[in-house]
C-alpha cells in the first residue's frame, strides 16, 4: 500500500504497511481500486444524475477514517465495473493503479490535489443529496476531473482544474448550506452544555444531521437523552433540532479522543460519517455505523427506504439497557454563528473595528488531529490580543472552543459557525465586510487564516478559499505530504500560502496581527 492523503501520514511521507488512520493494506489497495474503476466510468459514461450520485457516494467511502471494511468496498467495486460504459472491450482501458503509478513528482502531486479535492467536494454533495438537494453541474465536474487526472494533463491544465475544483467547492457547499438551512432551519447562536444528566444516552458522532433527526423523533419517547460528539456539535444551533428536549448536549471533543470518550458514555454510540478510529472492546458492542462510515464486524444501520427514515429502534434499545454517561467535565460551549447570526450584528461588528476594539479577525478552521504539535492552535488562541475575533469552523475548534477568552461589546471573541463545510459562512461573511468597509480586495480586511487541516474535505475547503481569491493561509501543523516542491512553489508564488510555525506559536501571533 502507499498512502498519504491525511496530515498524519507516516513520517510526514506515506503509510506504506498499515494507515496510521488505522486501515489495512487490503483496505487501502481497496480504495485504489475503487478510485480506479470510478475513473473508467467518469472516461466511458455520461455523468447524469445516476451515475453523478453513484461516485460522489463512492468517493465519500474512500475519505479518511470512513469505510474499513473490505466487504463494503468490494461491494462497490462491484457495482463501478457494473457501470463501466461499453467502450469495446472495457479491461483496456488504461487507468494507472495507486498514487505511485504517477512518475512525475509535479504531475502526481497536482493529481492527488485534484482527487483529494474531489473527494472533499464528493463528501459534501452527498450531504446535500441525502437532503434532496443536488446539482447536475457538480456530478458534471466530478466526473470531469476523474477522468482528466486518468489520463495525460500538462501541469497547467491540472493547476486551471485545481482552482476549478476550488470553484465547485464554494458551489457544492453553499448548496449543502442551503440544504442544511432549509430542512434545519437558521442556525442560532446557542449554548450547549458539555456536563451529563441522569437518564440513558445515545451518542452521535460524524456530520449528518438528517440521521439525528431521525433519532432524535424515534427516541422522543424513550427515555434516552441524545448527546453530540465532535462535528456533530452545531446541530444544537438548528432550530428544528433544537427544539427536542432530549438533545441532551454535547460529549467530549473532537473525533480523535473517541477512544477515551465512548468507553465512559456507556450507551450506545452511532458514527453517521468519517471520522471513525479503530473501535475499542470496551464499547465496540456498542457502536453502531450508518451511511459511507464501516468497520467490519460493527453492528451497522441500514440505508434510508425511499420516502422513509432509517431505522434507530436497535439502538433506542440498547440505549435503555445502559447505565448514564460517566460525566467527563462541566460547563458548556457555544455554537451556531453561522453568517447569518454574525451579519445581524454586522453593525456592532463594524463599530467596534472602526473604535478600534477590534483590531483584527483570525480565521482558525479546520481539523483536529492527533499529532501533539496540534497545540499550537490552543497556543496561538490564549495568546492572540484581546482586540482579536477568532472565526471558526470543524472540529478544530475544540482546540481553544473551551477556553474563557471573553468577548468584545458582546461579541464572543470566539465565533463558532459550525461543522467544517461552514467554512462557507466564514467566507460570505468576509466578502460582506469587504463589500461594507468598501474595500476592493478582500485581502485589504484585517483578516488571517491559520487554517488547521487533516483530511479531503479540508483540502475542497482550502481549494475553495484560493478560488475566492484569499491569499496568506498559514496551513498546519504540517504541510500536505502530497504537495510536492515545485507545487508548494506555485501555492507560495501565487496565494502566499506558508506553512504554520508551530515551535514557534509567538512569532505567527505576531505577524498575524501585523497582517503578515
Known sequence: MFCFQCQETSGGQGCSRVGVCGKTAEVADLQDLLIAELKKIALTRPVDREIGRFLVKALFATITNADFDPVSLEAKIAEARSLVGDCGDAARIDVPLGVLAEENEDVRSLKELITYGVKGVAAYAEHAAVLGFEDDDIYAFVGKALATVAGEPSVDELI????????VAVKTTALLDQANTSTFGTPQGTTVDVGVGTRPGILVSG?????????????ADAGVDVYTHSETLPAHGYPELKKFPHLRGNYGGAWHAQGKEFGPFNGPIVLTTNCLTPPRDEYRDRLFTTGPVAWPGVKRIGERPQGGQKDFSEVIALAKTCAPPTELETGTVATGFARDQILAVADKVVEAVKAGKIKRFVV????????PSRKYFTEVAQKLPQDCVILTAGCAKYRYNKLNLGDIDGIPRVLDAGQCNDSYS?????????????LADVNDLPLSFDIAWYEQKAVAVLLALLSLGFKGIRLGPTLPAFVSPGVLKVLVENFDVKPTTTADPDADVAAIVAGK
Open 426 to 438: 466564514l467566507a460570505v461573511v468576509a466578502l460582506k465586510l469587504k463589500e461594507v468597509f468598501g
Open 364 to 371: 482558525m478552521a479546520g481539523c483536529d488531529g492527533r499529532a
Open 207 to 219: 456530520h449528518d444531521l438528517l440521521d439525528l433527526k431521525e433519532l432524535l423523533e424515534q427516541s
Open 160 to 167: 486551471a482544474l485545481a482552482l476549478e475544483c476550488g470553484s
